[in-house]
């Protein structure tokens, strides 16, 4: 396998994947509740079961709310009867109905405006479908019942707190203004925006909460405007520029919760603690070790034990 391309190594780890976790298909459906919470997530075809994972898993330790789904374009009429026995006949948006206005098309973009276009009478959710909920999530609960707004943590480094914009880029580039990947372009130039008033954190966009009645598309419009400034409108359009954003709002919002590390984390190859209760399974590093299909073999074990 480690002599094949990259995409081809990728494809067959997904599929290899997906044989492993078919048993999400025999544990019990979600029993949506119209309670005010929304687990949402932009899913296709091809991660069909691993997103099924990720929402029980989930949906079993909130033991509340409903989902809604965003087609990317791929979902099939047999994905569509799966979902609906599965999720409790889910909200599905198409993703080519989504206005982006001013804002960037795809890279998540159509996500993350359709969670602001819809927050003002319910908490959304933002669920990854590479996700997997190993134990109990208080600290969401908790955040979800005091309507605050939370976010996983890009990682052990990122801060207990939202910075100022300028603190955050001092401590994090002391050499200023850097170049390479968007995010190191963008987070580095953030001390040149003149609001003193707006925060920042490095959060994971793969999950987020945002409390109902949370601001919509004015406070991104205005965060992108000083960014395209700084980095030009190409640079803006840039996958990643959604995470950026995300990250921003939820700085900004009153009280957010950023998640413990300890609990709430990124997976990068290394062995998992007994603390985890929720793992992020980047792309880099999805497959590594077989930690993601154990991972979501144990979650599928604890929905069958609810039957």
Known sequence: MSFLPQRWRTKKDAARHADAIAGILDTPPIAPREDGLVLFSMIGTGVLLPY????KSLWQELGRGRVALLDDGSLTAQDRAVLAHHCGDPQIVSIGSVDTGSFPRGGCWERFLTILDHRAGEYWIQLD??????????E??????SNRSFTLLGGADAGKTPLPLEEFATSRYPRGPEDGHVQTRMESRLGQIDRSDWRYVRGCAGFAGFAAGGPGRGLAAAFLARMSALVGADGIAIWGTEQIASNFHIANEPQPVLLPYDRYLNYWAEKLSAKAAFVHFVGTHRYDNGAYTEAS?????????RI
């Open 52 to 55: 099924l994972v990720a929402v």
């Open 129 to 138: 479908s590479d996700t997997v909920t190993l134990g109990s999530v208080p």
């Open 140 to 145: 969401v609960m908790q955040a979800v019942t």
């Open 297 to 305: 073999r144990s979650a599928i074990c604890r929905l069958k034990a």
